[in-house]
């Protein structure tokens, strides 16, 4: 053993590139095998970027094609293909745009839902607020401090969920800040 110990140091002094390059890769291995093992359950997770980077990308390339056909039709009044293609990159950009907000929502709600799973006492709190406005229960009313009209109920102690005082937006921010 403690031959091949020597071996082993003489590898490292004579090529220490190599070696440093092997021991970042079996860490990075490592470590994406411990996160594999710590991953959140699906629905918790984030939901991936890499679909709106994409459709980033191809909105950018559909729209450089348009403006160059559209810039350039003069040389093409004479052909209907690029007039066919200006209609399919003009369809393409359509359908680009749409997915990309239902990916935006997607992604928001997804947000929500998580926040929901984390807080469910704040959630529980929300809804009682929200059934008893809506049942006559209980009155929105205007801020305590500056008498705004739009406010927000906040609660001091989730567990008593009736128990509000109301505040506008600006004010409800700088109440959660504090605290």
């Known amino acids: 053993m403690h031959r091949r110990a020597l071996e082993t140091t003489g590898f490292k002094k004579s090529c220490p590139t190599f070696y440093a390059l092997w021991e970042a890769f079996c860490e990075r291995r490592e470590m994406r095998r411990r ?4 991953r959140l359950p699906k629905h918790l997770r984030a939901p991936a970027r890499w679909p709106i980077a994409l459709q980033l990308f191809l909105n950018a390339a559909l729209i450089l094609t348009l403006c160059t056909l559209m810039l350039n039709k003069d040389d093409y009044l004479t052909d209907a293909g690029p007039a066919i293609v200006l209609v399919i990159c003009l369809l393409l950009l359509i359908y680009t745009v749409v997915e990309g907000f239902r990916i935006k929502t997607q992604y928001r709600r997804e947000r929500g839902r998580r926040w929901a799973i984390d807080n469910p006492e704040k959630r529980s709190a929300q809804h009682k607020v929200e059934y008893a406005l809506k049942t006559g229960c209980l009155s929105r009313e205007p801020c305590e401090v500056c008498g705004a009209e739009q406010a927000q109920a906040h ?4 567990a008593r969920p009736l128990d509000v005082r109301w505040l506008c937006s600006v004010h409800h921010h700088a109440e959660h800040r504090a605290t």
Request: no cysteine; aromatic share 12%.
């Open 35 to 38: 996160d594999a093992r710590n």
């Open 155 to 158: 609660h001091d102690d989730y």
